[in-house]
């Protein structure tokens, strides 16, 4: 698939609401889209072109985004994949982004079309995820694995610039990225975790970016109707449901360790929020959990936005689908990932669907 201006818009839209609250601002993406076109068309190509021993990197965008000086440049995500490269001196033969998201759907266009590295169809997560283990495609289970990561990020104007490479197990290495972009003030662009095509094919979300941009024509198709009918598209593409229409009454937001953290109330639905959302109860019901998708729409707009968006006050439609219905990694079935949600929410995750 050739990756123009109208397809980029079409997996804004849809990275957005795969992104599940979470995944960065569509803002950004939009910039990084943009500025790659002006490089050239990227060509979004299938996992399965690349031969098994192929080497493949991850990019990724970690961090909190509603930090209020978040800042990584279109550099800061072109410069980590040549630190990679002039640290390790591998030939990468494909990029592929972490997960969806408004930014995240978009991450790697940029890196592929300025470097001329293949853009692959096969992000590590069909969905936004709070931890960057998360989309790591299992890796944190083979204990002979070595992650190396580099990162760059952070406004030098304020003197937050921050840029390093690190290696070492999956977990150390992670929560070394995650400190960077709290140095950074909120955000970094990563480069990480360089695999053979084989583990992707074996674990990655085949077919993720594809399925964002689907979403995104049915959602804009749906819009020249009306807004209404936008989001209903949405609901019926995902196989999903409306859960409420209403005011938020309460939002509680706090940005810590590199997170975004909080629950709003609307209807007497409470949905929490660790970056992603993560679960939905009513009355002690719970209506939904993560990695079920979880995502909010505003009113009068019929746009998505995402946790970091969200107002007290605003008008918003709730929806959610099971996540059978997306297109996941290995990942968002192993019981031990799940279980940093349970710590951070004080809420039960593992087991719950």
Known sequence: MKLTKEILEYALIGGTILGGGGGGAKESGREMGEYALQHGFPNLISIDELHDDAIVLNVSAVGAPAAPLKYADNDDYINTVKIFIDKLGLDIQGIITNENGGCATINGWLQSSVLKIPLIDAPCNGRAHPTGVMGSLGLHRDKTYKSYQAVSGGNPELD?????????????????????????EGLVAVARNPVKASVVKEN???????????????????LEISKDKAINNVVEFLNGDVVSEGTIEILELETTGGFDVGKLIVNGYEV????????????????????????????????????????????????KTSKENLKLSITMTQEELLKDIEDILNKKIIGVN
Not at 162 to 184: D, P, Y
Not at 206 to 220: P, Q, T
Not at 292 to 314: H, Y
Request: charged share 20%.
């Open 204 to 222: 990655a979300a085949i077919g993720g970016i594809s399925h964002a941009i689907d979403l995104g024509r049915e959602f804009y198709s749906g």
């Open 272 to 319: 929490t929020f660790w970056n992603e959302y993560m679960t939905i109860e009513k009355e002690n019901n719970r209506i939904a959990t993560f990695p079920d998708l979880i995502m909010t729409f505003d009113k009068n707009t019929g746009m998505p936005v995402t946790s970091a968006e969200i107002r007290e006050g605003q008008e918003i439609v709730l929806i």
């Open 160 to 184: 937050n610039h921050i840029e390093g490479f690190v290696e070492g197990s999956l977990n150390k290495t992670a929560g070394l990225v995650r400190q960077c972009a709290v140095a950074a």
